[in-house]
């Protein structure tokens, strides 16, 4: 099956510079890749998804890059805010349903002040 | 208001005393699933379903059982549940290629 790496699994960066979170996938074959944040004692929430005919997608101060040929796709977000801080977790679907979405392990991320 | 709901929220039982944690979605969705999050391991697929009757195994199944008689509810029953089990559960649903929309989470503790 699937198996989705990341990292890492722990990120401080100072407030106002750039965070970069980057997951592997196994599955050639996967081709919908979301991302969620989970806030402390919330549940996990689409932050932005990404397809496999498209190389790069932004919303804001988030986007992530797809390279299908090495089977990795990654999360960048400038300028951060406190209200960054949380935990992100990657995942990887063959389908853009809800069939087999198998997520990374999470990125805790903490922005410093 | 569009929203996926868990219940209980909270729960703490022995080991062996069965258990059935309900998710209920009103958004007409299709697809329905359940997670499990434990520290380091992220998010496990426990099972998911596509519609009603059609359940399948996702990749962490053993132990659970589910059920999809109607399409908004999507339970998740522990026969005999064991302390490995302690976690959190989250319950998700999506309509067809969208991504899933996940319930507030169920804190099982089994001891």
């Known amino acids: 099956g699937e198996n989705v790496e990341q990292h890492p699994s722990t990120l401080s960066v100072q407030e106002g510079d750039s965070a970069v979170i980057k997951c592997t996938y196994s599955?050639?074959?996967?081709?919908?890749f979301p991302w969620y944040k989970q806030e402390l004692g919330k549940r996990p929430q689409l932050i932005i998804d990404?397809?496999?005919?498209?190389g790069e997608k932004k919303d804001q101060r988030i986007a992530v890059t797809l390279n299908k040929t090495a089977k990795h796709f990654s999360l960048h977000i400038t300028e951060t805010q406190p209200e960054d801080s949380a935990v992100y977790f990657c995942?990887?679907?063959?389908?853009?349903?809800?069939?087999?979405?198998?997520f990374g392990t999470g990125t805790r991320l903490t922005i410093i002040p | 208001e569009a929203q996926v709901t868990q219940n209980p929220r909270y729960l703490i039982t022995v080991t062996g005393k069965k258990l059935t944690v309900t998710c209920s979605q009103n958004?007409?969705?299709?697809?329905m699933s359940w997670y499990r999050q434990d520290p380091g391991l992220g998010l496990r697929q426990i099972y998911y379903?596509?519609?009603?009757?059609?359940?399948d195994k996702g990749d962490v199944p053993e132990g659970y059982k589910v059920s999809r008689k109607e399409k908004r509810n999507f339970p998740l029953i522990l026969e005999s549940p064991s302390p490995n089990q302690t976690s959190l559960y989250f319950c998700?649903?999506?309509?067809?290629?969208?991504?899933?929309?996940f319930g507030p989470g169920t804190r099982l503790t089994v001891t």
């Open positions: 998700a649903s999506s309509f067809g290629w969208r991504t899933p929309y």
């Open positions: 599955d050639s074959a996967s081709n919908y």
């Open positions: 990404i397809r496999s005919n498209v």
């Open positions: 995942a990887a679907s063959k389908s853009f349903g809800n069939e087999k979405l198998t």
């Open positions: 958004m007409n969705h299709e697809y």
């Open positions: 379903s596509m519609n009603v009757e059609v359940t």
